[in-house]
């Protein structure tokens, strides 16, 4: 199992109004609101990557196996 299984932050800060605020103050310095998104089955798809529900940025990480 990957070490970002269940990876996500409080669902209080799920709120529209702060993640719009979180994209414009912490977002630019490094701080996202990661959420785990699991393996896709489209072979052209990252295994598993974390995703900001603030500003959008997705980053690979390692399947399962890893």
Known sequence: MSRYHGYSYPPILG???LLWLWSKFCCPRGW???DEVP?????GEPDHWLACDACG???E???EDE
Not at 39 to 43: G, K, L
């Open 32 to 34: 996202h609101l990661w």
């Open 57 to 59: 940025c997705e980053i």
């Open 15 to 17: 709120w529209s109004p």
């Open 61 to 63: 990480i390692g399947g």
């Open 39 to 43: 393996a896709s089955y489209d072979p």
